[in-house]
């Protein structure tokens, strides 16, 4: 196999796109700052500033692996050059094989000195196709680990999306917008009782036009949207990835609007303020990581528990896929 492979376009458009939803987010608060008077207003600035320069920043250096990055197989030879440094190795010196079927998928490939991890997420699907084939006849299954997974989660649904092996997922659920939209919602809430002293109505726009605004779009897809959409899973856990954006956004929204209450204890003058809102913070913390961690180990002992039960099936379609290649190829050959 002699190939330079260069990062595909979704791998560099799509992070960017997440950027720029957090760019938006981002800019709700500078809104906030410009309205907010006082230290308030110069906490959610330097909030907005930092998390701007990180933004931006991740993007940076994202845009630059991807103009910088090329996996090169040559005379033998795997070179994959990263942003800063280049790492090359002999396929006769590896002497592990381990296929990743959790994420988007990948394989390391490990000799006694250097080690090169292939993520298929950067490639085009045909590419990944012809990179696992190769790498799954040229090496011996003795060295290969993790192949039956690997097989069912990203090798059969790269080379046979149309495949039955993998089971389909909700990608949109109202379960996800009732826990993100209520989220916005307690945000918006927080934000409106901080005014609450000066009054509310003075400052409607940032109290209660985004109050009215939330509840009426949480009302729309609520009770006038179908949101159960179901989809083949992929080479990519889109629906996986779905789900978790929305947990880490919930999150956000839910830690916005306690340091908003929180604030509003410190600015408002109550005795001990500042002793509550730290204890309100901890104990929030403390109890979302614990039930994102429960439901992140449920799901994944039922990814896993399908995985055993169906990995076999899917080895079985590989080799089939690889017998009619075979017979295919050798027609062409005799035509």
Known sequence: MNEALTVRRWYRVFPAGACLVLCALLGFVLWLCLAAP???GTLLLLAFSVGYTVVIGLLLVHFLFC??????????????????????????????????ADGLGGVVLVTNFEKVTINFARYPPDASVRI??????????????DWDRFCLRVAIPLRNPGSGTRRSE????????????SSVFFADLAVAALYWPVGILGNWTITVLPLA?????WITVRYLVPLRLTTKVGWF???????????????????????????????????????????????????????????????????????????????????????????????????
Request: glycine content about 8%; charged content about 25%.
């Open 38 to 40: 006082g230290a308030l």
């Open 67 to 100: 103009w910088r990055h090329r996996l090169q197989f040559e005379n033998g030879r795997i070179i994959s050059r990263g942003l800063f440094a280049v790492t090359e190795i002999r396929l006769s010196d590896v002497t592990d094989v381990r296929w990743l």
């Open 132 to 145: 696992i084939q190769f790498l799954r006849e040229f090496f011996a299954t003795s060295i290969q680990r």
């Open 170 to 181: 909700v990608l949109f659920s109202r379960a996800q917008f009732d826990r993100l939209l």
């Open 213 to 217: 605004l939330t509840g009426l779009f």
């Open 237 to 335: 856990p889109l629906a996986l990835f779905v789900d978790a954006l929305v947990d880490h956004l919930t999150w956000s929204f839910r830690l916005f609007g306690l340091v908003m209450l929180c604030c509003g204890l410190l600015f408002g003058g109550i005795a001990r303020g500042l002793q509550l809102s730290i204890t309100v913070l901890v104990i929030a913390g403390v109890l979302e990581l614990f039930r994102r961690s429960l439901k992140h180990w449920r799901d994944y002992k039922e990814q896993r528990a399908y995985d055993l039960a169906h990995s076999e099936t899917a080895v079985r379609e590989w080799e089939l896929l690889d017998r009619m290649d075979a017979a295919a190829a050798t027609g062409e050959g005799l035509g």
